[in-house]
């Protein structure tokens, strides 16, 4: 039998952080066709897909130390103005393009491509999600994402959810899929350690101002003091200077620094969250995608009721998890159990006791398949067709296009960043000296002006 002549599947992923990068490149290998998704194939070897990542500039691109802690390579990874993304997707052929931006952004690069790629005959199946647990600006986000042939929702509610937004609206709600959240996975927990480790999952913006970041601190340090024969880390995602998906404008590192001496078994670490799951008893957090994780494994987890459960702290998308507990609670040897019914509905933990559910390892296979009929389809696909137009939207649309240097047709705006060649040494001093000036100022300067002003 000769060997296989299959192409990889050509797969790029646009980012615009650290975090949605890990999104975005994990979902890509996990939604990539294999050989069959070319017509007339008769099967081989499953061929590895090609990477190629893209790097949206701007204040959250990730810095190197981030892309190395995300632990996900891509055969190629540049960092890119909106608009010379557009003019590399004019000139590229792929087979499938993850979009994972923020809101804004994908609709942006919607208009953007359907404008690039309107006298072409086969463009590439578009596809775009949420990285983590929706639990603001629902309507916002959904309707920003349409458009694409597949809007991934991470579990069975989330899809239920969309589908309503989009019917709600008249707009076509078939392109919502169901999957999981891609970087689930690990050893399951199978008892305690030694020592026993508490973890708290810290975030970027939740909560986000100084008494309640503070107080979270305090009751870590007083849970260490408490218990000297546990091992107690603050899991930080980030050091000072970087930027992740959300601005950090008081890190609890530099909390911890004003609180004197710290007890010998409180500790802050960073890294991958899953190495850090690795060794952890107990899971702590305010509203964290890491909690999903933990509990993915079996972990106990503990979602910290002590600020209230509000939509403004995330916390109550786990109204019904059994998770919710306060750090008293936890003080004196609480342990959460969590509703079975509730997790199975999360996309975690599925696939044998205590959670039921199907497997994690099919939970993309609707994906996939959908992607190769897509791929198939004869004729190429359809131009793009988000929700908002210029006709739907005249106040909102253009705006937000404006944001990435283009007009209401998607065309780059006069004098936007044009990426004729491949910038010299000079350039790209100027442009690294610029992007640290921008995030100085970000994260800085623009936090110290904002709170002098509410003086």
């Known amino acids: 039998m000769p060997p ?5 599947t050509r797969i790029a992923v646009l980012a615009d952080s650290d975090t949605r990068w890990k999104w975005g490149a994990l979902t890509a290998s996990r939604i990539a066709p294999g050989p069959s998704m070319e017509a007339g194939s008769q099967g081989g070897t499953q061929v590895a897909p090609a990477l190629d990542g893209f790097l949206l500039r701007g204040r959250a691109t990730p810095t190197p130390r981030q892309l190395a802690e995300v632990g996900v390579r891509a055969d190629s ?4 103005t909106a608009v010379e993304f557009l003019r590399t997707m004019a000139r590229e052929s792929y087979d499938v393009l993850v979009l994972s931006l923020v809101g804004g952004g994908v609709q942006a690069m919607l208009h953007g491509l359907r404008r690039v790629w309107e006298d072409r005959e086969k463009r590439p199946v578009v596809v775009t999600g949420y990285v983590g647990v929706v639990y603001e600006k629902l309507a916002d ?12 929702a991470n579990s069975r509610q989330d899809a239920e959810r969309f589908r309503e937004v989009y019917d709600g609206v008249g707009a076509d709600s078939t392109a919502v899929t169901e999957v999981a959240l891609p970087f689930l996975g690990g050893a399951k927990y199978t008892g305690e350690h030694d020592p026993y480790t508490v973890v708290f999952a810290a975030q970027p913006s939740v909560p986000e101002n100084r008494r309640d970041r ?3 601190l305090n009751r870590l340090v007083q849970h260490a003091r408490l218990h000297p024969e546990r091992e107690v880390l603050l899991k930080l995602r980030s050091r000072p200077g970087e930027h992740t998906t959300h601005i950090e404008e008081l890190p609890y590192q530099k909390l911890a620094q004003r609180l004197g001496e710290l007890p010998p078994n409180f500790q802050l670490v960073y890294g991958n969250m899953g190495e850090v799951l690795d060794r952890t008893d107990l899971l702590v957090t305010v509203s964290s995608t890491a909690a999903l994780e933990s509990l993915h494994r079996r972990i106990p987890t503990v979602v910290l009721s002590d600020l209230g459960v509000r939509e403004v702290l995330g916390n109550h998308h786990f109204v019904g998890s059994g998770c919710l507990a306060s750090w008293d609670q936890l003080d004196a040897g609480h342990r959460p159990t969590p509703d079975a019914d509730w997790v199975a509905r999360q996309g975690v933990a599925a696939g044998g006791p205590p959670f039921g559910g199907g497997s994690y390892e099919t939970a ?6 959908r992607i190769a009929k897509l791929l198939r389809q004869p004729g190429g696909l359809a131009p793009l067709t988000p929700y908002y137009t210029p006709v739907t939207a005249p106040g909102y649309l253009p705006g937000i296009l404006a944001r990435h240097h283009l007009g209401p047709d ?7 960043p044009a990426h004729d060649k491949e910038p010299g040494p000079v350039r790209q001093i ?9 995030r100085h100022g970000v994260q800085r300067v623009a936090p110290v002006i904002r709170r002098m002003g509410e003086l």
């Open 214 to 216: 503070t107080y979270l």
């Open 141 to 152: 986000g959904l309707l920003l994402r349409h458009g694409a042939d597949l809007v991934l």
């Open 4 to 8: 296989s002549t299959t192409k990889p």
């Open 410 to 416: 998607g065309t780059p705006l006069p004098g936007a």
């Open 77 to 80: 990874l540049t960092e890119v």
């Open 364 to 369: 993309f296979d609707a994906a996939r398949e």
């Open 430 to 438: 100027v442009r690294r000296a610029a992007r640290g000036a921008y």
